[in-house]
């Protein structure tokens, strides 16, 4: 079973910047595709960054479109999110996901589309 594990949340001012990391415990998953949701409070989860298995193609929500860099380092096996200029609206649960298709090198938009989902690390953002 494979199992993502989110981390890097925390209590920022806006303006500043996190890192968060979604590690895998199964080496497959470096050729899954990848992507970040985010769950505010009393909203639906909604997508925001997502990353084919190769890294070669990404794709941004438009309100994070400038301010978050997603990456991926497929020998730990790790995906990143780089959050910067972040806003007070950005805070909310943050989670990775992971779509169980060998080396598909293109990327999902639709909670549909993954398979595997971390727990969520929370990113609260104080003005």
């Known amino acids: 079973q494979v199992q993502l594990v989110e981390s890097g949340g925390g209590l920022v001012q806006a303006g500043g910047s996190l890192r968060l990391s979604c590690a895998a415990s199964?080496?497959?998953?470096?050729?899954?595709?990848m992507g970040w949701f985010r769950q505010a409070p009393g909203k639906e989860r909604e997508f925001v960054v997502a990353?084919?298995?190769?890294?070669?193609?990404?794709y941004y929500a438009n309100s994070v479109k400038g301010r978050f860099t997603i990456s991926r380092d497929n020998a730990k096996n790790t995906v990143y999110l780089q959050m910067n200029s972040l806003k007070p609206e950005d805070t909310a649960v943050y989670y990775c996901a992971a779509r169980s298709e060998y080396y598909s090198d293109t990327y999902y938009l639709g909670e549909s589309d993954y398979g595997y989902w971390g727990q969520g690390t929370q990113v609260t953002v104080s003005s």
């Open positions: 990353i084919s298995w190769s890294g070669s193609t990404t």
């Open positions: 199964d080496r497959t998953v470096s050729t899954y595709a």
